[in-house]
């Protein structure tokens, strides 16, 4: 095992060409320096300087040369330990959950400016059904949340109001005695909306699809497998908007979080998405989906 501080005192001589130099940039006396090189020759077996004959000037022999190459190496390596723990250090954990089909893309976007804001955050996204991203939330597993609820159903940092839908395929036709639905799986806000106005309408309806993924829920309305309530951001050309079936109320969009978790860094992110998500789309991101959950 070498000792670096041996290492630094050779690479610090040969660099200089002189024991008296190599002492003052270590600021250690000259004969302590000699001492350190008279101990690491020792440790080796091997010696490393020799003087010239004026006894000025100092230069590595050939396993001195060797050793130094070395020494630096480990030198720098040994730096770089350093830093990166004195890095580790700083780093803030922070996660954020997300509903599960919430446009990567955007959110990626939404969270490049925080990222280059706050160096010091170790981002972690999870998503999942607003009910499992609640009960990560109150379990400490995430810090900050994204989720789809009733309008108004509890406290937040921030909430959007999420117009919904009954949405169907072009030329489906409605006046079937069973409606079939295209659904979500249960805990699903959309899912529940659509349930309920039907029942209270005393309109029979069956499941006639069911999906995780939002893609998979439009892709079925839109080849008429089923009717479904979507928000209108994720209503696409190829559906038709159902007037003919009740008005649905509108779910909102909130953003939630532990407050005994927060740090300044968290509320930095809570900020930011407060601030995207609040800012008018622009025609470009009128065809923006948001999640399903």
Request: aromatic share 4%; glycine share 6%.
């Amino acid at each position: 095992m070498f000792d670096l501080e041996l290492l630094q005192t050779l690479v610090c001589v040969v660099d200089e060409g002189s024991f008296t130099r190599a002492a003052e940039r270590v600021h250690r006396t000259q004969s302590t320096v000699s001492q350190q090189i008279r101990k690491l020759e020792e440790n080796v077996g091997q010696v490393l300087l020799v003087r010239d004959r004026s006894g000025q000037q100092v230069s590595p022999t050939e396993h001195g040369e060797l050793l130094t190459h070395y020494a630096r190496r480990l030198l720098n390596l040994s730096r770089e330990a350093r830093d990166a723990l004195n890095t580790e250090t700083h780093v803030v954990p922070v996660r954020l959950g997300v509903p599960e089909d919430f446009d990567a893309t955007r959110m990626a976007s939404m969270l490049s400016g925080f990222v280059r804001a706050r160096p010091e955050a170790r981002l972690e996204t999870v998503s999942g059904m607003s009910t499992d991203l609640r009960r990560q939330l109150e379990a400490g597993e995430i810090d900050v949340a994204l989720i789809k609820r009733e309008a108004g159903s509890g406290e937040c940092h921030g909430s959007w109001p999420e117009s919904l839908v009954w949405v169907c395929g072009q030329h489906q036709d409605l006046q079937v005695e069973t409606l079939p639905l295209a659904l979500f799986p249960q805990g699903c806000i959309y899912r529940q909306r659509a349930i309920r106005t039907l029942d209270k309408a005393r309109r029979s309806w069956r499941v006639a699809f069911g999906s995780h993924s939002l893609t998979g829920i439009q892709a079925a309305v839109a080849s008429g497998l089923g009717v479904s309530i979507l928000p209108t951001s994720a209503v696409l050309p190829s559906h038709r908007i159902c007037t003919e079936l009740p008005p649905v109320p509108a779910s909102e969009l909130a953003l939630i979080s532990s407050a005994e978790r927060l740090s300044a860094t968290h509320r930095s992110l809570i900020d930011c998405l407060r601030e995207e998500l609040s800012r008018a789309p622009s025609a470009q991101e009128q065809a923006f989906q948001f999640g399903h959950r």
